[in-house]
T-cell receptor, first 112, second 115 residues
Framework: GESVGLHLPTLSVQEGDNSIINCAYS??????FIWYKQESGKGPQFIID?????DKRQGQRVTVLLNKTVKHLSLQIAATQPGDSAVYFC???????????FGKGTKLSVKP | EAGVAQSPRYKIIEKRQSVAFWCNPI?????LYWYQQILGQGPKLLIQ????????DSQLPKDRFSAERLKGVDSTLKIQPAKLEDSAVYLC?????????????FGQGTRLTVV
């Protein structure tokens, strides 16, 4: 069946360091991937997306890498700040159902 | 641009009671999603609308949950009767595109507690 999972449930980093959050997906038909950030008491907030015809996409301080061979997605955050502390979800879209499915999430904690 | 609006923000009900949530998507967005997010988990898709038609409701517990999208704009999600395990945050999202291939914008969610 379709599933999206994360390798690490929690990640603790020092302020100023780079963070890498990983995600595995199992539906090879998915062709759209998104990273969301969710702070306590709020809805998920879009960070960056990537389509399956790309391997890498950069935003402001964030980079998403897609490896279709091993069905792996990662989010890199440069110079992590305390405001980056949140739960991060990857989601896959398209596929046979044409829906948007979320993974379990990784909690990022930034130590000052 | 106004975001996705949801109401109420919080709701506490007793088991076996009924409850309804309302969502107003971003103007012009054709796709509307309802997700259930249990504490500590990722959002689980309950139902997806394309305009006023259902695209995917495979994860919706249809014996107690129902949803409709009036005239392809606002949507309501109803639970009747509620169970303790329905305690969760119910998130509504909308997107301009279709087939889960464009960014979905989320509302603040409705936190439901069933006691």
């Amino acid at each position: 069946g379709e599933s999206v999972g994360l390798h690490l449930p929690t990640l603790s980093v020092q302020e100023g360091d780079n963070s890498i959050i990983n995600c595995a997906y199992s539906n090879s038909a998915s062709d759209y991937f998104i990273w969301y950030k969710q702070e306590s008491g709020k809805g998920p907030q879009f960070i960056i997306d990537i389509r399956s015809n790309m391997d890498k996409r950069q935003g402001q301080r964030v980079t998403v890498l897609l490896n279709k061979t091993v069905k792996h997605l990662s989010l890199q955050i440069a110079a992590t700040q305390p405001g980056d502390s949140a739960v991060y979800f990857c989601a896959e879209g398209g596929g046979s159902q044409g829906n948007l499915i979320f993974g379990k999430g990784t909690k990022l904690s930034v130590k000052p | 641009e106004a975001g996705v609006a949801q109401s109420p923000r919080y709701k506490i009900i007793e088991k076996r009671q009924s409850v309804a949530f309302w969502c107003n998507p971003i103007s012009g967005h054709a796709t509307l999603y309802w997700y259930q997010q249990i504490l500590g988990q990722g959002p689980k898709l309950l139902i997806q609308f394309q305009n006023n038609g259902v695209v995917d409701d495979s994860q919706l517990p249809k014996d107690r949950f129902s949803a409709e999208r009036l005239k392809g704009v606002d949507s309501t999600l109803k639970i009747q009767p509620a169970k303790l395990e329905d305690s969760a945050v119910y998130l509504c999202a909308s997107s301009a595109g279709s087939q889960g291939r464009t960014e979905a914008f989320f509302g603040q969610g409705t936190r439901l507690t069933v006691v």
